[in-house]
């Protein structure tokens, strides 16, 4: 009986359950690694073989008890762990995601970590050809996908902050010099500090074109009454 309880007849199946998990984990997880992501290839190891884990073990609770649920009160739910994987994890991924200023860093890896979790899932509960697939998909979207964005012609943000004399108005400059680029302002602020004798304007600018902050910079320097351009 005790050896049955420690080394049941399918430890083999279970095994490479997790060997699967464990690799699946490891492919998905190079690449956020090699991007220097914080969530990286140990992480991805860990909650794919982690979701495998408890599912080979809610499996197991099911096979063990299960018989239970038709001759007592006690019901036997093998789905329940597997909900409180999602949900767990929802957390792990929370923790991975960044808001700098308007920029927000971290979503792709809280995907990833979402989506190996359930690939994790998938292998535990022996579905070994839904894990594989998913995994070569994976695989696909994180170093496959990337080649295609120089067919996009996707939106830049730019945060700018221009700061002048107080007695100086430079916001028809300011748009002028916008227009003459094709940008478009889709935030406008404006602070005059009279203690301070400054006036200052902060914009978030929408483009398309290659990278304007430097080009920017070099034309509103040259107008009159300019002490501090930054942009981010």
């Known amino acids: 009986m005790a050896e049955t309880f420690l080394f049941n007849e399918d430890i083999g199946a279970q095994l ?3 060997l699967l998990a464990f690799f699946a984990g490891g492919l998905i997880g190079v690449e956020r690694e090699k991007h220097g992501r914080p969530a990286g290839l140990r992480t991805h ?3 794919s073989t982690g979701a495998c884990l408890m599912m080979i073990v809610s499996e197991s609770i099911f096979i063990r008890y299960g018989h239970l649920s038709a001759t007592g009160i006690a019901r036997i739910d093998p789905g329940r762990i597997g909900a409180q994987i999602v949900t ?3 957390f792990l991924g929370a923790g991975v995601i960044l808001k700098e200023g308007i920029n ?3 979503l792709t890896t809280a995907a990833c970590l979402w989506y190996v979790a359930g690939v994790g899932m998938a292998f535990g ?8 697939c998913s995994t070569a998909l994976a695989f696909l979207a994180l170093f496959g996908l ?8 996707k939106d830049r943000f730019l945060r700018l902050s221009v700061v002048c004399a107080a007695e ?4 028809e ?9 094709a940008l478009r302002t889709t935030n406008v602020e404006q602070e005059l500090d009279l203690e301070n004798q400054r006036r200052q304007y902060d914009f978030i600018i929408t483009h398309s074109q290659k990278p304007m902050g430097r080009t920017l910079i070099a034309e509103i320097s040259k107008i009159n009454g300019i002490t501090k351009v930054r942009y981010k």
């Open 168 to 171: 100086v108005d430079i916001f």
């Open 88 to 90: 767990g994890i929802g």
């Open 125 to 132: 509960f022996g579905l070994v050809g839904i894990g594989i």
């Open 16 to 18: 490479v359950k997790m």
């Open 45 to 47: 190891v860990l909650v």
């Open 146 to 153: 990337k080649y295609f964005d120089p067919v996009f012609r």
């Open 104 to 106: 927000v860093r971290g």
């Open 173 to 181: 400059d300011l748009k002028t010099i916008f227009q003459r680029y």
